[in-house]
Every structure is written in structure tokens, then in C-alpha cells.
């Protein structure tokens, strides 16, 4: 660290006050601009309204770990697989806020404020890695690359309260821990990121697996890691476990394999147990440390694929049947490739852009003692964008991970901009190449240029399950008596946030059974619809036509019930219920 007297040192002694007051005004800005979702409750996922619904029924007495969800398959409800964890600062935010607005402002502020409280979390770390691996006054850069991240910022937005950007936040840490030269406080972060990332859900597992790898990959490149490793290890095994017995709901102690169940307890503590001995054994050879690495790995997948070979498939564990009628259509789970252009270029930019700078900074970081920590990175950053090929629920996650190879980038090229002597050349060159390391000029050209744009009929469908979901569009169902409706799979968790009414299913891979029956009821016959329909208790028929949930139906099924219905060809057993004019929801009574 040079000595410079002008040197900001304000910006490096005082930089977690500084982070912190950028997050109070970065906040600040996105709840003013999103205000409105706020004020009108606009949960538009899926997964934030079962979220909420969670949250109410904790605050009204429900069991700390029985998260069925009742309001939907009435009586028995469906089996919602998260955990409580992520409940709690919502919660908390309510509790806080209602003797002051009461249970209206309250519960707006809560799921307003809530999201932002793992954007907080989020910036420390990103400015601890930069810290550590670039510049004691490279923080800033990274902070200002994360709003170029167009799919990372979307799980901190005021509203979105589900589990991602809690999981994002344990991300963000586990590569603060990897980049750390302190080894214990550095097996410490990962351990204890990775586990509290896996109590809440297992959508990052490949990443924690992965960081595991490199730790041990670390140990074996230096013996001297080994304090690292045991920790790391220990950290890892207790820190699940605390987390399985604070959080794991009654369902989850079941032997599954899409959630921190006993099955994958078992592995990670065992797991954790494998390192603890390999860090105690450490032999002075680093190719036996090697073999002793991929011995222990090897031992532990060879169980695991003995004892649980029903997770070696599909870890939702759903039927042949429920995967083509439903999961395999869910976009997030398909590969990036897949996906329009205009998708794609955005998305994979920032995760090449960064991968690119992390080679760069550990091929410059070479015989430092920076090198090992880079080198981390980069098998990290490569591996976030390999996944991408796998599932394009990996971007948020490829483009967070490629922001500290950005970074160094950027501290490497600016400066060289700066030192033009044009005016006019060091203005356009620091603009420009922000833009383009930050991929926001990505953006621009697929605007601009309108590449790959959305058909006329993608657009009726976006805005068809936006204006559906709307609290003012639902709430007038509250005219009528409480009642089950059915209706499609995507609307159910939003219909019982915003009216007193209850549906069928939602999204949610434990409840196969009412997903298929759904699916049935306005695939099949007109005949085969009302059997289905009172089997489940159902009163009403809700429908949002052209929603995107409706393509798939008149595609399958053109002469189906729904497609009937579509058509303007109601059956005389069902009776029209008048809605407010301009409503973009269709009703009907059904006579049994």
C-alpha cells in the first residue's frame, strides 16, 4: 500500500462506513423508484407470494416447522419444501413497523425493506474481495460493476423477498472466504456461508460443493493451507447441522432430495469429517495429498450413490408424467442457450467479460502472494459459467461471481485512460470503457438495435399475467363469499395473497398430484372437468386468458376444456360471475 499524502485514506481506514452509507442511499433510491409496487403489494413471483404467505401465517400462530401452505389444496394443504430462516427478517420488519402503520404499512414496508437487507450483506463482501485481491481502494469499482448485473440486482429489489438474494449474499462471502489470506477466518467464512446458504435452500449446491473443492484443492497445492481446511470442514459439518435442527420443517426430516433433509445432512457432515482428517493427516507430499483428496471424494460420492441413488436423478423427485406437463417447460431451469438473444447477451456478457479479467489478474499475479487467492476465483468464475450451459438460473450467480475479475480489469485499464493527455480522450475512454466492462452497453445495442425482439404474442402474454395478478384486479373477488377456485397453477399463490379466497397448487414440485390434476381439468374433456374440479372442493372457475400458463393448454389441448372456454363455448353447468368492467379475469360458479 504506497504512502501517497493525497491518497483517500478515508475511503481505506473508513471503508465499511462507507459501504454502508453507499447501501442507505442505494436503498433509499430503489424504494423511491419502486414505490408503487409497494403501495399495491405487487409480488409478481410466484415464490415471494408463498413467501409472504409463509411469513402470515407464522405471525398468526402457525407452527415454527410446519410450513404447509393450507390455503391452497384446502384441507391438507400443499408441502412447501423451504425453510423458516429466510421468514424471519421479514417477520422482524413487521413487527417493527406495526404499531406505527399498522398491519397495512407494516406488511408493505416489511416486503419493501426486506430484500435489501442481503444487498447490504452483499456489498461488504464484494468490497472485502476487492480489498483483498486487487487494491485497498478498489471497493468502489466493485460496488459500481454489481449495477451492470442486470439479473443479480433483480433478486435485491424491493418486494422480491424469496430465498435468492440471501443465497447470493452467502455467495458473495463464500468468495470473500476464498479470497482471504487469513486461513482460518477464511475456512470460517466459506464453512459458515456455504451452510447457512444450504439451510436455506439447495439451489446453490453446486456452488458450495465447488468452493469445497477449492479449498481442498488450496491444501493440496500448500500444506500450510491445512488450518484452512479444518476449519473450513468443522464450520461446514457444524454449521448444517445447527441449521437442520433450527430450521428443517417437520416435512423435511424426510428422505428427500430437493432440500437439507437427512440425506444431504449426512453428506455434508460426513463430508466436513473427510476434510477435518485430511487437514489432520496433511502429508508432506503434495501429490499424496492429492491422492489422499481424490480418495476422500471419491469414498463419499461412492456412499452417497449407494445409500440415496434416488438423488442421482432429478433431486425433485417427481413422475415422468409431472416433468413433460409441467417441470420441463419451467424457464429458469432450461440451458442458456435455449434462450432469445436478447436475453442471452445480456446474461453471458459480464460472466465472460469477468472471467476474462480473473485470468488476466492471476496470470499478473504470478509468485505474488496473491496468486493462490486469484486462482480461486477463476476456477470459481469459470465453473459460475460453465453452469450457465446447465440451467439459466445460474446468471444471477455467474454474473455476482464475475465481479471481481471486472474489477481488476477495470483498476488496470483505467488508469491508463486517465493518463491521456486529450481531455476529451480521458472523459469518452473512462465512459466508455465503464460501459462496456459493466456490460450496461450491452444493453443499449439490444435495445437500440431491437435484436431478437418479442412477437406481438409474447407481449399480450407478459402483459395478460401482469394485469392478472394486480390487487386490484383480484381484490374484487373479495365481493364474493370465501370460497375454492380453480384456477391455473401460476395464479393460485397470488390468489391467496391478495384475496381471502382458496386455490388449488401452486408451482411447487412436492404437490405433483394437484399440479397433474390442473393440468388435467383444463387439458381434458369438458366432461372430465367438474369431477376433478369437486374432488378438490371447488366452487368457481378462474381464468386469465392469454396468460402463459393458458398457452400451453390451447397448444395441447385445442378442443380441451380451457380451449372451450377460450372459444366463448361455456358449458351450461357453468355461470358466468359479473366482474368490474376492464377486469382481465373471467369467473364462472360452478353447479354441481
Known sequence: MTTDPYRPRTLDRHWLRWVLLAWVLIAAWYLYVRWNAVYWLSLSDTDDNIRLMQVRGLLSGQGWYDLRQYRLNPPDGLDIHWSRLVDLPIAGLYMLFRPFGGAFWAERLAVGIAPLLPLAVTLVALAATARRLIDRLAWPLAILFLFGCSSTLLMFMPMRIDHHGWQLACLAWTVAGLADPKQARGGLTVGLSSAVSLTIGLELLPYCGMAGAIVALRWTWDRGEARRLAVYGATLAGGSAAGFLAFA??????????????????????????????????????????????????????????????????????????????????????????????????????????????????????????????AAITLFTAFAVAMLFWQVRSGPAAQLLALPGTTALAWVLLPSILRRGNPVVRVVGIVVALLILSSMAVGYIVQQFRIDPPSERTKTVLRAGSRCATLPALAALDRIPRAVMFTHVDLGPRLIVATHHDGITGPYHRNGQAILDVHHAFQGSVDDFRPIAKRHGARYVLTCPNMAETTIYRSRAPNGFYGQLAKGKVPAWLTPVPLPKGSPLRLWRIAY
Request: net charge positive; proline share 7%.
Open 249 to 374: 420443517s417437520n416435512a423435511n426430516y424426510a428422505m428427500r432430495c430437493d432440500a437439507l433433509t437427512p440425506i444431504w445432512l449426512s453428506a455434508v457432515v460426513a463430508g466436513g469429517a473427510l476434510l477435518l482428517m485430511l487437514a489432520w493427516v496433511s502429508p508432506r507430499s503434495p501429490w499424496l495429498r492429492l491422492l489422499l483428496a481424490v480418495v476422500a471424494g471419491a469414498a463419499l460420492a461412492a456412499a452417497f450413490a449407494t445409500l440415496f441413488p434416488q438423488c442421482l436423478q432429478r433431486p425433485e423427485g417427481v413422475s415422468d408424467e409431472l416433468a413433460r406437463a409441467w417441470l420441463n417447460n419451467v424457464r429458469e431451469a432450461k440451458p442458456v442457450y435455449v434462450l432469445p438473444w436478447r436475453t442471452i447477451l445480456p446474461l453471458v456478457t459480464g460472466p465472460i467479460v469477468g472471467l476474462i479479467g480473473a485470468i488476466f489478474a492471476t496470470w499478473h499475479a504470478w509468485r505474488s502472494e496473491r496468486f493462490v487467492g486469484w
